[in-house]
C-alpha cells in the first residue's frame, strides 16, 4: 500500500494532535500523529476498554525516522514501567490489558505488569518468517501478554474459537461425527482458543493490508484480542499503533478506538486503511464469524488469501 500526493494531502487533514485536557468526544476513532508520551497527561481517565501496547522491541530496529536501540533488559524494563505507569490512569476497572514482546524481554514485561495489573497468561504466536542461525534456534515466535486491571473483565470465548481440520475423524457408536463437523470443504473442528497461535500468516508483499512497515502486524491477530476482550462500541487505545492494524481491525469489527503513533507517514498509511474499511471489512483468515486455520481450504475461498 502506498500514498500519492494527493492522499497526503487529504488523510494529513484528518490527523489530530492535542495540547490540553479533551474530551472521549474528540478522541473517538481518530489518530493522534503525536509522540504517546506528550498525549498522557491531557487524556481522560478511565475511557478504556482495551489497551493494546505493542512499543518498541528491545532490539536496534529503525522506523522511518526513529531508531530504537537495544538496551540492558533492567533499562528495557525501566522504560516500559515508566510507560505503563502513565497509562494506568486511562484504564476502565473492567479494561484489559495485551504487552506485545520480543523473546529477550518479555520476562521484564510481565514483571512490570505485575506491579500494576492481574496478569492472566502469556500468549505465544508463531511468525512463519524468520532468519536461521548456525549457533542459535531459529528465533520464529513472540509473545503477547495479557492483563488486566481486575477480576471483572470480558473474554467473550465463543467468539474466538478456531475452526480446524480434523485429522482423526472419529464417530461414535453410531458412526456419527464426535465433536466435528463434515462439509463440502472438509472435516472441521471447533477448537477452544488457547496461547499457542499457529494460524497467523504475517503480511507480505501480495496481500491488500501490507505496507512498508518493517514490524506490521496482521490484522487477524488484532482481531482475536479485540473480539475476546471487548464488545461492540467498546474503546479501544493502541499508543504505539504503527500503520494502524490495531484501529482498522477495530473499526471493521464496530469498536471505537483511538490510535497514537509519531511518524507521520505511518499515520497517514493508517488513515487510508481506515477509509478502506468502510468499504472492505474483509480479515485474513476470519469468516462468518470464525477464526479459520492457517492455509484451511474454507479460508482459502476469502478475498484477501493465506
Same mark, same amino acid.
Not at 38 to 66: C, H, M, Q, R, W
Not at 134 to 161: L, M, R
Not at 189 to 194: A, D, E, I, K, N
Not at 254 to 277: M, N, T, V
Given at each position: 500500500? %502506498? ?22 468526544? %474528540? ?38 525516522? %526513529? ?14 514501567? @515508566? ?6 490512569? /486511562? ?33 505465544? !504466536?508463531?511468525?512463519? *518468517?524468520?532468519? @536461521?542461525? *548456525?549457533?542459535?534456534?531459529?528465533? /520464529?515466535?513472540?509473545?503477547? !501478554? ?25 464417530? =461414535? ?25 499457529? =494460524?497467523?500468516?504475517?503480511?507480505? !508483499? ?16 488484532? +482481531? ?5 476482550? %471487548? ?6 487505545? =493502541?499508543?504505539?499503533?504503527? /500503520? ?25 498509511? +493508517? ?10 471489512? /474483509? ?8 477464526? !479459520? ?14
Amino acid at each position: 500500500m %502506498t500514498l500519492s500526493g494527493a492522499e497526503t494531502d487529504h488523510y494529513g487533514k484528518n490527523l489530530i494532535r492535542i495540547t490540553g485536557p479533551v474530551g472521549i468526544e %474528540t478522541l473517538g476513532n481518530r489518530i493522534l500523529n503525536q509522540d504517546m508520551t506528550e498525549t498522557l497527561a491531557f487524556l481522560p481517565n478511565g475511557f478504556v476498554d482495551l489497551l493494546i501496547l505493542d512499543p518498541p522491541y528491545n532490539l536496534n530496529k529503525t522506523f522511518n525516522s %526513529t531508531t530504537f536501540r537495544k538496551k540492558s533488559i533492567a533499562k528495557y524494563a525501566d522504560w516500559f514501567e @515508566g510507560m505503563l505507569a502513565r497509562l494506568r490512569p /486511562v484504564l476502565k476497572k473492567t479494561a484489559s490489558v495485551y504487552v506485545c514482546s520480543e523473546w529477550y524481554s518479555s520476562t521484564a514485561i510481565h514483571l512490570v505488569l505485575d506491579k500494576f495489573l492481574k496478569v492472566r497468561n502469556r500468549i505465544t !504466536w508463531e511468525r512463519e *518468517k524468520g532468519r @536461521g542461525a *548456525k549457533k542459535n534456534w531459529k528465533n /520464529v515466535s513472540e509473545d503477547i !501478554w495479557f492483563a488486566t486491571v481486575s477480576d471483572d473483565y470480558t473474554f467473550n470465548v465463543e467468539d474466538v474459537k478456531l475452526k480446524r481440520k480434523v485429522l482423526a475423524p472419529y464417530t =461414535d457408536t453410531s458412526g456419527a461425527p464426535k465433536d466435528w463437523q463434515d462439509s463440502s470443504a472438509g472435516q472441521f473442528r471447533l477448537t477452544h482458543p488457547s496461547n499457542l497461535w499457529k =494460524d497467523i500468516t504475517v503480511p507480505f !508483499w501480495s496481500m491488500p493490508e501490507n505496507t512498508e512497515h518493517p514490524a506490521q502486524k496482521p490484522e487477524k491477530l488484532f +482481531a482475536k484480542l479485540i473480539l475476546a476482550s %471487548t464488545n461492540e462500541n467498546d474503546f479501544v487505545f =493502541d499508543p504505539f499503533m504503527g /500503520v494502524g492494524s490495531s484501529i482498522v481491525t477495530a473499526k471493521k469489527l464496530g469498536r471505537r478506538f483511538l490510535g497514537a503513533e509519531i511518524d507521520r507517514g505511518y499515520c497517514l498509511l +493508517a488513515a487510508k486503511r481506515l477509509h478502506l474499511a468502510e468499504f472492505d471489512k /474483509v480479515i485474513q483468515g476470519y469468516r462468518d464469524g470464525l477464526f !479459520w486455520e492457517r492455509n484451511s481450504l474454507k479460508a482459502r475461498t476469502c478475498k484477501q488469501r493465506e
